[in-house]
């Protein structure tokens, strides 16, 4: 039976992860930080198929001793401050968590000194302001939040281990994936909730920040799928995983409200300056000809399909949720 440990396993794509590994016939272990707070939402259905560990990305003994409870043959390094915004807010601590987080758990599996093989979940927000549309494995980086910075160093510490130390280390740079597991403060998920309790005539209005930004958005299923793919190759690798397609966060929203038969979603819409970022990612767009090529990969769920789903989710959640 192979093994794998997962960081971030309370994650959005935590979870879906764990539950295709598990499918695929995987023990799965977690790294789960302590919270004063319930923290297992997105896994409680998992609990008795995957064993938590205690861990965190900020303490190497920690992920040592991880490594030496689960023996793992794959390692998933999902774990990050992952929202933006908090990045302008908390920039020391994410690099810490994001960027550095990533060396200590290399490091910790370079000494551990078994052939585990490497996933680390890296970003199109390093591509940032874009120098080439659209991006590929070869586009030179230009990140625009302190989280992209973080990263960035993440992506090169990991391919500098598998040059330096001969590690399976791959990078995964994932455009943005969403799902009904989302965390309730990006776009996405904050939309579709929106737009589900404004039906159901909880809410009245809903905040955004920019409409412009365009984003190449897909499902957080299909997206696990390519992480597992880049560990069973014959060689490690960097990959792209995009649909290839690009739309506006004005876009997202008008979808959303016309799935709940709203044709007027401008009525319902408050543009708010202060949710803009100081730095702003324009336009993403990937190209995802390698990962197709080379580990078959193709996106299920389109664009339409994505909101559908997820205004669907929140509509049957926030009519079950009292007010
Ligand atoms: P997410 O829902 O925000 O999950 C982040 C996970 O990291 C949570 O389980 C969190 O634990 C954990 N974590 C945070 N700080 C930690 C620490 N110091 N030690 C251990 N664990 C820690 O993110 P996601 O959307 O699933 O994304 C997964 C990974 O892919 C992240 O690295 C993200 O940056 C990257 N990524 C995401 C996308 C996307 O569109 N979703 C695109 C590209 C890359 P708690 O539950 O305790 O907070
Ligand atoms: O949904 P977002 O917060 O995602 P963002 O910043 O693109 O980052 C996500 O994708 C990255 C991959 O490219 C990941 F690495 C990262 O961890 C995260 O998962 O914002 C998307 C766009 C931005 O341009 C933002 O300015 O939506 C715009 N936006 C407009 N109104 C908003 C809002 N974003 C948020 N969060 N909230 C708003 O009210």
């Not at 992952?82 to 990533?102: D, I, Y």
């Not at 549309?133 to 973080?150: D, H, L, N, W």
């Not at 330096?164 to 939309?191: D, M, Q, T, V, W």
């Not at 709940?260 to 100081?278: C, K, M, Q, S």
């Amino acid at each position: 039976m192979p093994r794998a440990l997962v960081t971030g396993i309370t994650g959005q794509d935590g979870s879906y992860l764990a539950e295709f590994l598990i499918e695929k016939g995987y023990e799965v272990y977690g790294l789960m930080r302590r919270s004063s707070v319930v923290t297992d939402q997105r896994i409680r259905h998992l609990l008795g198929r995957v064993e938590l560990l205690d861990g965190d990305l900020l303490d190497e003994g920690s992920l040592v001793r991880a490594l030496r409870t689960s023996t793992p043959d794959e390692v998933y390094n999902l774990g990050a401050q992952s929202f933006v915004p908090a990045s302008f807010t908390a920039p020391v601590m994410t690099g810490e968590f994001t960027g550095l987080g990533v060396t200590r758990l290399l490091e910790a599996i370079r000494l551990f000194d078994a052939p585990v093989r490497f996933y680390q979940a890296s970003s199109s927000e390093m591509f940032g302001k874009v120098v080439e549309v659209p991006q590929t494995e070869t586009t030179p980086f230009y990140p625009r939040s302190p989280y992209g910075v973080a990263k960035l160093y993440g992506h090169w510490i990991t391919v500098n281990y598998r040059e330096s130390y001969g590690l399976y280390a791959c990078s995964g740079i994932l455009f943005n994936h969403e799902s009904p597991r989302r965390g309730l403060e990006f776009a996405p998920r904050k939309i579709a909730r929106g737009v589900a309790r404004i039906k159901l005539g909880k809410q009245k209005e809903l905040h955004l920040g920019n409409l412009e930004a365009r984003r190449d958005w897909g499902y957080a299923k299909d997206y696990v799928r390519a992480m597992w793919l880049m560990l069973q190759q014959d060689e490690p690798d960097d990959y792209v995983v995009a649909t290839g397609e690009t739309h506006s966060v004005g876009e997202f929203v008008e979808l959303a409200f016309r799935r709940v038969g709203i044709e007027n979603w401008r009525d319902y819409v408050t543009v708010d300056t202060a949710l803009f970022r100081p730095a702003e990612v324009d336009l993403l767009i990937g190209d995802p000809a390698k990962a197709r090529a080379k580990l078959n990969w193709e996106p299920e769920v389109s664009f339409e399909g994505l909101v559908n789903l997820m205004v669907d989710a929140d509509l049957e959640l926030e009519a079950q949720t009292p007010e």
